[in-house]
């Protein structure tokens, strides 16, 4: 019997998953302060519950797609939303620090499953001339998700807890659970086997090339978020104040220039666009050398977010457009790999801001990796790669 479900409230559901996801991402950092002050937590126990997200994210993305492939999306999304609801009741109740452990790792887990779940669905109900466009606009529900937690926080902690806004916050996201709850989503595509040995079968040639431009996107985006105000403060006169807003600035302008890329992708191949984002990036971080003031700072800032912009949508709907039959499989792999690049490109800042000049070197990596994924995209669309 067909599987009939409507394009439209698919859809939705996965842009209720995405904003779960940017909802799972801010979530630990916006209540940090508040929990530190409530369990009295020293700075070492506080930057310990950091770690736990991370780790949750990388188990979440890494098997969400087998699932995908064999269950549908519905048994990979619901269950998602369920569990990040479930790990912010327990941010909110458990006094318990290893319960509270366990909530950030659920929170991580559950949001890097509906990352790699969402953006796997909407490649699956949209064709290829209207993927790039609809993974766009998908990508703009992170923001959403991803902003609400700090707005709310910020408007209404002083009225109430931070334990009753996160009760709240769950409160609305059951509703949207119940939403998803009564969509029909497409059917499994590899419903008669578990998909993990002939997944794995593409991990070569131009996936592989695809991969690591993920890696290297990641890194560039977990660089920029964490070391940028560093470097400002530590090779212009830029203050803190004005060093968070030119950050807020990428921030924007990646937001936007998504949805600007929901109208162009309908005009111009996705694929075209790539080199030219890339490009548009490399200008923005030219322009945060040599010791920059605050306007060419923020204005270079506002180029590699609108640059960045592009390269999950594109680089995804190839991946979609290559692997049809697993598709989630294949992400699964690639946006583990994105998040290894986040962690290992974080770590080689670290170690380089240890040296006096070490931080000096933040625009001309990000350059660097701007080469590569150049290059690496490149290659990846030579065919019988």
Same mark, same amino acid.
């Given at each position: 019997?067909?599987?009939?479900?409507?394009?439209?409230?698919?859809?939705?559901?996965?842009?209720?998953?995405?904003?779960?996801?940017?909802?799972?991402?801010?979530?630990?950092?916006?209540?940090?302060?508040?929990?530190?002050?409530?369990?009295?937590?020293?700075?070492?126990?506080?930057?310990?519950?950091?770690?736990?997200l991370p780790i949750g994210v990388l188990l979440g993305s890494l098997v969400f797609g087998p699932f995908v492939d064999h269950y549908g999306h519905k048994a990979v999304l619901l269950p998602g939303c369920i569990v990040i609801l479930l790990g912010l009741e327990g941010i909110s109740f458990f006094s318990n620090i290893h319960l509270l452990q366990i909530s950030i790792v659920a929170v991580g887990f559950g949001g890097?499953?509906?990352?790699?779940?969402?953006?796997?669905?909407?490649?699956?109900?949209?064709?290829?001339?209207?993927?790039?466009?609809?993974? !766009?606009l998908l990508g703009v529900?992170?923001? $959403?998700?991803? @902003?609400?937690?700090?707005? #709310?926080?910020? =408007?209404?902690l002083r009225y109430f807890s931070?334990?009753?806004?996160?009760?709240?916050?769950g409160a609305l996201m059951l509703v949207a659970i119940l939403y998803c709850f009564f969509v029909r989503f497409p059917a499994p595509k590899q419903a008669q086997h578990f998909p993990i040995k002939d997944g794995l079968r593409i991990l070569k040639g131009s996936f592989v090339l695809l991969c690591f431009i993920l890696f290297f996107q990641s890194g560039i985006e977990g660089v920029c978020n964490n070391w940028t105000t560093s470097y400002f403060g530590r090779t212009t006169d830029i203050s803190l104040e004005h060093s968070l807003l030119a950050l807020t600035c990428m921030v924007a302008a990646m937001s936007a220039a998504r949805l600007?890329?929901?109208?162009?992708?309908?005009?111009?191949?996705?694929? !075209?666009?790539?080199?030219?984002?890339?490009? $548009?990036?490399? @200008?923005?971080?030219?322009? #945060?050398?040599? =010791?920059?003031g605050f306007v060419r700072a923020a204005v270079g800032m506002v180029l590699i977010g609108a640059g960045l912009s592009s390269t999950y949508p594109v680089v995804l709907s190839i991946i979609g457009n290559r692997y049809p039959d697993f598709s989630g499989t294949a992400f699964s792999i690639a946006l583990a790999i994105a998040l290894v690049g986040q962690t290992a490109m974080n770590a080689l800042m670290g170690l380089l801001s240890h040296h006096e000049s070490g931080i000096c070197a933040y625009p001309y990596l990000m350059m660097g990796s701007l080469v590569a994924m150049f290059l690496m995209y490149r290659r990846s669309l030579k065919p019988h790669n």
């Open positions: 019997m067909e599987n009939r479900y409507k394009k439209r409230k698919v859809f939705v559901a996965a842009c209720i998953g995405m904003c779960f996801f940017g909802v799972s991402m801010i979530v630990l950092g916006s209540v940090l302060p508040s929990l530190t002050e409530k369990y009295g937590l020293s700075p070492l126990q506080a930057t310990s519950l950091v770690t736990f890097g499953a509906l990352n790699g779940e969402t953006n796997a669905l909407v490649v699956d109900i949209s064709q290829e001339s209207e993927r790039g466009s609809l993974l !766009s529900f992170y923001g $959403v998700g991803a @902003l609400c937690i700090p707005v #709310l926080l910020a =408007s209404l931070f334990e009753v806004i996160l009760n709240g916050i600007l890329q929901v109208v162009l992708f309908k005009k111009v191949n996705p694929t !075209s666009v790539l080199p030219y984002s890339l490009l $548009v990036c490399g @200008l923005g971080f030219c322009l #945060l050398t040599f =010791s920059p």
